[in-house]
């Protein structure tokens, strides 16, 4: 599976950015999807995930009322709008796929996934 993100940059603090994703290699929507973020000096961490369906969502607790995740699997994209943005959300962010096709038992764990390359998100205070 190939995995783009896209859509980061630099924003003020209290604004918002939207993150895309774009899949391809394999049948988009039989897998979970995943946002995952790696600050400077710091381990990989779960941003939120959804589900194959996109029936089910899961937010890291830093995130939850900020972040949508959303996905179209007619258009094998995935999507994170990211609002209220602080300067502890500035990171690499990274676009995953679930390795398990028809969902994961670990959708927080990077052990699950398959990763594309990130995209910059810079949130100025």
């Known amino acids: 599976v190939q995995l783009q993100a896209s859509g980061g940059g630099l924003v003020q603090a209290g604004g918002s950015l939207r993150l895309s994703c774009a899949a391809s290699?394999?049948?988009?929507?039989?897998?979970?999807m995943a946002w995952f973020r790696q600050a400077p000096g710091k381990d990989r961490e779960f941003v939120a995930a959804i589900s194959w369906s996109g029936g089910s969502t899961y937010y890291a607790d830093s995130v939850k009322g900020r972040f949508i995740i959303a996905r179209d699997n007619a258009r094998n994209r995935m999507l994170l709008q990211m609002n209220s943005l602080k300067s502890e959300d500035t990171a690499v962010y990274y676009c995953?796929?679930?390795?398990?096709?028809?969902?994961?038992?670990?959708?927080?764990?990077?052990?699950?996934?398959?990763w594309g390359q990130g995209t910059q998100v810079t949130v100025s205070s």
């Open positions: 290699g394999r049948t988009f929507s039989g897998y979970d």
């Open positions: 995953a796929s679930g390795k398990t096709y028809g969902g994961l038992s670990q959708v927080r764990s990077s052990e699950s996934y398959y």
